[in-house]
């Protein structure tokens, strides 16, 4: 595109006088004095590996074209599936990813601390005690340094022994500040387990299952969008069908949960999460006049081995 | 006995005598007694004319006895005659009267009585002492709700009529109540503290020195000299576990010369203090005194239901509400809780945003050593801060207590420190100079405590004869 040009500024010479040049900046050598180099490039032999590395490169990009449109047909597959295609063997594939955040991440998943301790406070009524948050206190106590505390409401007349000695002994004598999380919970008159956490602005979370995930996802497991939605189901299915279904329902939950439990060693796949809890949890609290099937009971087994579902077990008692 | 009406007095020439002639069979009836069950019986009860109203041949009274009212009949028949029933009427309201009646069972409840099932048909009605016509104020006027007040346009009675005129004031079933329970937080107080092993000791008033400060403090004549009103018992109980009593509380008047008119201070209050030795840490004392406070709101909870009842028809408010074991967070906690909700932590403290663990009764520990008495133990941890706390009801301080300094040379310093005389606390000095033990202690005013538990908004309705920089009377 021819361009508007500009009347030479400093004459036809080319010579630029002395002391128009700025002393702050370093002299380049003219690159406009070599006899070749007012003519436009034109093209000259080029260098035989110079075309070989070219020609390469297209290959490399030819054939990156087609894995491309070779991933877009097969990710359009997977977004529109088979009605038979059985997600549940997907899981098997799914990495190990143990409990073992570090403290340093409690700060980036519950906001910066702004000098108090952060303080998650659990409401539950004493005739309904949500075994499931207590197994997960425990699992937390293992992994971060919390302040426990249990307490009773004014709105609750009497609560049993064993329930206030939920926590255990409780060992007050540091300062609060030098705890990471605090875990307190309050006896209270209330319909369902309700959740309230030291910011201002939240507002309560209720139902077990609700609390329960938000307490697991303390542990920042990773998992896949496919898992974490098949977790979430496992959870509503335990508080909704086996805790508080009819009979029907717990029978109906059983079968399912013991066809998984035959390819799986847990509900949601190679290790344990929120689901097995919440489920383990809601069979404790529940009747199941048919007997339990086998998978299922080798899964408690297993639940019962370790130590956050034991002392649960020795609340109930 | 002329018709089975009269006044109990003669005149004779210019003396009026008040004579009574008893019947010592007699037996008067609790107007709350007056139920389905007494049907049809004869009974003679005692009590004050609360209303009258007459029409034609019948008079409608309510008698009233402290809480308690019951409708009243005296209609011309056989026991009653015209002349009668006109007496009856024109008893002046407040006078105390003796009736006896049949109780009969009404077939529609009596919704502005307590005894709602039953009314009394009197057969006999003498009066036992006259009250003047014109009352100072009415007391359904002094009953009635400020917002029913407003909505329905009926008077209702301000503060300083009703204080004026005490003695009426407090026969209103809320003032009943109001101070039917105060006596109960004390019952409570007392049968606590002693339960745990306290003991009960009187501290002197007339004092030589002021114990919180010159600056609010009463002087009084003293001979040729004079003496001060004590502020708090503070020295006192000290003293006393220096002298081996180890866990001690005194119920006593407390006398502060602040000229403050606000909703929560008097110049003269009723203090209830503990003092207590501890073995190794402070918090052995916070404990107790949570622990105390708590037994008081679940006896309050238990035995004065009525009475809390009653007082929330007139005051409506939320139930108080608790944890045992008391929530307790440290001070600057509190301020960064405020501080996130962009509050500023103004000079009453004000600290309803602990609204997360839905009490209305927390502990802030560990306060910063500058803003407390010159004899406040620091914090060995952090020498800005100090082992004091704070106890809190609804938001409002109710109690300020700290483990004390028990070594003289500490605290001669800590009082040169505050500029405090030497001279004048000599004696207070001198009492850790022969071994004291590490104690701490707090105390509470029981006409805030009344006030805040009960959900009202100003201590003078919870104080009898209310002394302040500007009552002095009753």
């Known amino acids: 595109m021819p361009m508007y040009k ?210 697991f996802s303390l542990f920042d497991q990773k998992h896949n969008a496919v898992t974490s939605t098949l977790i979430d189901s496992w959870v509503d299915t335990a508080i909704f069908q086996l805790k508080e279904g009819s009979s029907k329902e717990k029978a109906a939950v059983l079968r399912s949960m013991n066809t998984t439990l035959g390819k799986t060693p847990w509900l949601g796949g190679n290790e344990l999460t929120v689901a097995d809890i919440v489920a383990w949890c809601a069979l404790q609290q529940t009747s199941c006049s048919n007997g339990v099937p086998a998978n299922v009971q080798k899964w408690m087994k297993s639940c019962e081995n370790l130590a956050p579902f034991n002392s649960a077990l020795k609340l109930l008692q | 006995e002329n018709n089975g009406y009269s006044l109990g007095s003669e005149q004779d020439n210019q003396h009026t005598k008040i004579t009574f002639s008893f019947d010592t069979d ?46 009243a009949l005296v209609a011309v028949g056989d026991h009653a005659s015209k002349q009668m029933v006109k007496f009856a009427a024109n008893i002046n309201k407040e ?60 008077a209702t009675v301000n503060q300083d009529t009703r204080l004026d005129n005490r003695v009426i004031d407090l026969r209103t079933c809320t003032s009943q109540a109001v101070f039917h329970l105060q006596s109960g937080i004390c019952q409570l107080f007392r049968e606590t503290l002693l339960h745990k092993g306290f003991v009960e000791i009187q501290t002197p008033k007339i004092i030589s020195a002021p114990s919180e400060g010159g600056a609010n403090v009463f002087t009084v004549s003293y001979f040729k000299s004079s003496a001060y009103l004590a502020q708090s018992p503070q020295l006192y109980k000290q003293m006393c576990i220096c002298a081996d009593f180890e866990k001690v509380f005194c119920i006593g008047p407390v006398f502060r010369a602040e000229d403050s008119n606000t909703h929560r201070h008097l110049t003269e209050f009723v203090g209830l203090d503990i003092e207590m030795a501890f073995n190794y840490h402070y918090h052995e004392v916070v404990d107790e005194i949570a622990d105390t406070l708590v037994q008081i709101f679940k006896g309050l909870q238990e035995r004065f239901q009525t009475e809390i009842l009653t007082v929330n028809k007139q005051f409506p408010c939320e139930p108080f509400k608790f944890l045992e074991p008391t929530l307790r967070l440290e001070y600057r906690e509190a301020l960064a809780m405020l501080r996130e909700a962009g509050v500023e932590m103004g000079d009453e403290d004000d600290l309803r945003y602990i609204h997360i663990y839905d009490t209305d009764f927390y502990i802030l520990d560990k306060y910063p050593l500058a803003v407390r008495p010159f ?39 800590r009082a040169q420190h505050h500029g ?55």
Request: include cysteine; glycine fraction near 6%.
């Open chain 2, 420 to 474: 405090v005389d030497l001279e004048k606390i000599k004696a207070y000095i001198d009492s850790f100079r022969f071994g004291a033990p590490p104690h701490a202690g707090g105390g509470i005013g029981l006409e805030r405590v009344t006030m805040l538990y009960l959900g009202l908004s100003n201590v003078r309705q919870t104080s009898m004869f209310p002394r302040d920089p500007k009552r002095l009377t009753p």
């Open chain 2, 26 to 71: 007699r037996v008067l009836v609790r107007i709350n007694d007056l139920t389905v069950e007494k049907a049809d019986e004869v009974v003679w009860v005692r009590g004050r004319i609360h209303t009258s109203r007459a029409k034609g041949k019948q008079c409608f009274l309510v008698l009233r006895q402290q809480q308690f009212n019951v409708q």
């Open chain 1, 6 to 215: 500009v009347r030479s500024f400093h004459g036809a010479s080319g010579a630029v006088r002395a002391e128009h040049f700025p002393i702050c900046m370093y002299r380049l050598q003219n690159l406009h004095r070599g006899p070749a180099a007012t003519a436009p490039p034109h093209q000259e032999e080029v260098d035989p590996s110079l075309l070989a590395l070219e020609s390469r490169q297209e290959e490399i990009l030819k054939r990156l074209y087609e894995l491309k449109t070779a991933v877009d047909g097969l990710s359009k597959m997977i977004q529109t599936p088979d009605a038979d295609f059985d997600v549940t063997n997907i899981i098997q594939a799914d990495e190990y990813a143990p409990l073992t955040a570090s403290a340093a991440d409690l700060d980036s998943m519950l906001g910066k601390d702004y000098g108090a301790l952060k303080d998650i406070v659990i409401n539950a009524n004493p005739s309904q005690p949500p075994l499931s948050l207590l197994v997960l206190h425990s699992l937390l106590c293992e992994r971060y340094k919390i302040l426990s505390a249990v307490h009773t409401h004014s709105s609750v007349k009497c609560v049993p022994e064993n329930l206030l000695k939920c926590f255990g002994e409780q060992n007050r004598k540091q300062s609060r500040h030098e705890y990471k999380l605090g875990f307190t919970l309050i006896w209270k008159n209330v319909p369902k387990p309700q959740m309230k956490f030291s910011i201002q602005t939240m507002c309560p979370i209720e139902g077990e299952g609700n609390i329960a995930r938000f307490l």
């Open chain 2, 375 to 413: 004899y406040t133990m620091p914090d060995p941890g952090n020498p800005k801060n100090s082992n004091s706390y704070d106890m809190f009801m609804r938001g409002e301080e109710i109690l300020s207590g700290a483990q004390r300094i028990h070594d003289p040379e500490l605290l001669t310093e």
């Open chain 2, 95 to 154: 006078s105390i009267v003796d009736v006896e009646g049949i109780v009969r069972k009404v077939h529609q409840k009596i919704g502005g009585c307590t005894q709602q099932d039953v009314e009394l048909h009197v057969q006999r009605i003498y009066v036992i002492s006259l009250a003047e016509p014109r009352l100072p104020l009415q007391l359904d006027d002094a009953v009635r709700a400020e917002v029913e007040g407003e909505e329905e346009g009926r």
